[in-house]
């Protein structure tokens, strides 16, 4: 399975990887894994089905999320997700919300690795693609080395195709998700020695890294590394991810190429209604560093938003903030010769 799986994803994150985040992502990188948002069990069997797991061919691979602890409500959603077109399964045991934790599903799960084995198995007998595993090193007062080996040996037995482990604790009382995302301390060395005692199983990182280099470095010794808040905040660091990590020859991406590439799918969303800003919101951080980039935000985030808003707000950001460039450049190159003279 190793071989054959990926080694660069994208996380799931709430309320951000919606099908335009990843629409958008995709034009980066042909072959990161993309990850939807976690979606709940319940919802995908009784919800709206379009709404919650509508994607469009461009994004495979994509990897549909799951929120959820009973086995056979797992394996149903899971096949549903299937038969729509993912091509993984995964399951959360990392989030710390309140609200994941009194539906017991998220990281409150890792107090529950024979609970998590049962629904790993159940998915496994009820759909063909890979069935992974999204997970903290441990919870609260639990000893990382003795939580982690815990899950990973349930999972592992019951079949799963990957585990993914974000390199920090969970703390289910006292902090806030987002206090979650940075307070618990990184602990990459506990994924290389999980690594170590089971070399069999696809082990992926995930947690706190900022730079594409910074992956490069972490993944070593593992199968996989997966990056969040970094790669949506600035997207450009995914233009070099088909080069870098998987040694593609084609050349890197820009986010100016990526954008316009990506021109086409937003006329067509726009002509189904969907508004701009639902799409544009994804792309405020492509230009960061960018002379300009600032007029390039304020534009889309205040005319975007704006009734009726069209592709033509896109093209003004665009352009304003080449305009923006080419002035910065004169004035450096002024500079530059009021120093020569």
């Not at 709430?14 to 919802?43: I, K, N, P």
């Not at 585990?163 to 006292?174: D, S």
Request: glycine share 10%; hydrophobic share 45%.
């Amino acid at each position: 399975m190793t071989e054959k799986y990926v080694k660069f994803a994208i996380a799931p994150m709430m309320d951000w990887t919606d099908r335009h985040c990843r629409m958008f992502h995709r034009q980066f990188s042909a072959r990161a894994l993309l990850y939807t948002e976690m979606v709940t069990t319940g919802a995908v069997i009784h919800g709206d089905r379009d709404k919650l797991l509508g994607f469009s061919a461009g994004e495979h691979p994509v990897a549909c999320q799951l929120g959820g602890s009973d086995p056979q409500d797992l394996a149903e959603a899971a096949k549903i997700a299937e038969d729509r077109g993912y091509d993984e399964i995964n399951l959360n045991v990392g989030c710390p919300s309140d609200r994941v934790q009194s539906g017991r599903f998220g990281a409150c799960l890792m107090l529950e690795p024979e609970l998590v084995a049962e629904g790993v198995a159940a998915m496994k007998a009820a759909v063909r693609v890979p069935v992974t595993v999204k997970c903290r090193i441990g919870v609260d007062e639990q000893d990382p080395e003795e939580a982690l080996d815990r899950l990973a040996d349930r999972v592992a037995d019951a079949g799963v195709d990957a585990l993914w482990v974000h390199a920090r604790k969970a703390w289910l009382q006292g902090l806030s998700p987002k206090e979650n995302r940075d307070i618990p301390p990184l602990d990459y060395g506990r994924v290389h020695r999980l690594k170590a005692r089971l070399p069999g199983l696809f082990i992926g990182i995930n947690g706190g890294i900022a730079t594409l280099d910074e992956a490069i470095a972490v993944m070593q010794g593992l199968d996989g590394v997966m990056l969040g808040r970094a790669a949506y905040h600035d997207p450009a660091l995914m233009g070099a991810v088909d080069r870098r990590i998987y040694g593609e020859t084609t050349a890197d991406v820009s986010p100016r190429a990526a954008i316009e590439a990506y021109v086409p799918y937003i006329e067509s969303e726009l002509a189904k209604g969907v508004r701009l800003a639902h799409i544009t919101r994804h792309m405020l951080g492509a230009f960061s560093a960018v002379p300009g980039a600032r007029l390039f935000r304020r534009i889309l985030t205040v005319e975007g938003v704006k009734p009726g808003a069209g592709i033509e707000v896109l093209l003004q950001a665009l352009a304003a903030m080449d305009e923006a460039a080419a002035r910065s450049a004169e004035l450096a190159a002024g500079r530059l010769a009021g120093d020569a003279a």
